[in-house]
């Protein structure tokens, strides 16, 4: 399997995909992807989107989901060397908003 590097809007590197789980950069557990691009966190709450981008957008606009049955956390991967830092992207149109963005 190979490591999807995701970024924030500003190019800061938050997180990075495994397979089908999301881990910070120190390999701690996220969540995991459902139906392509769904981003649910370790409880089973949807999160947002995982764009093309390498960006986890969400729409404020849409409805709150029920939660899905959570997944048994998988085993800890090694983490991946950083990547080199990203240009910042373009602002996210109404009524989208960057996951990541405001948390350290």
């Not at 409805?63 to 950083?82: F, S």
Request: proline share 14%; glycine share 6%.
């Amino acid at each position: 399997m190979s490591y999807r590097y995701l970024f924030t809007t500003s190019g800061r590197y938050v997180a990075f995909m495994y397979g089908d789980c999301l881990f910070t950069p120190q390999s701690q557990y996220l969540g995991f992807i459902r139906n392509g691009n769904e981003f649910h966190n370790k409880s089973g709450q949807f999160v947002g989107y995982v764009t093309d981008d390498d960006r986890v957008v969400r729409n404020r606009q849409e409805l709150p989901r029920l939660p899905v049955l959570r997944r048994l956390p998988p085993l800890q991967p090694l983490p991946p060397l950083p990547p080199l830092p990203r240009l910042p992207k373009l602002p996210l149109p109404w009524p989208y908003e960057d996951v990541f963005e405001n948390i350290k």
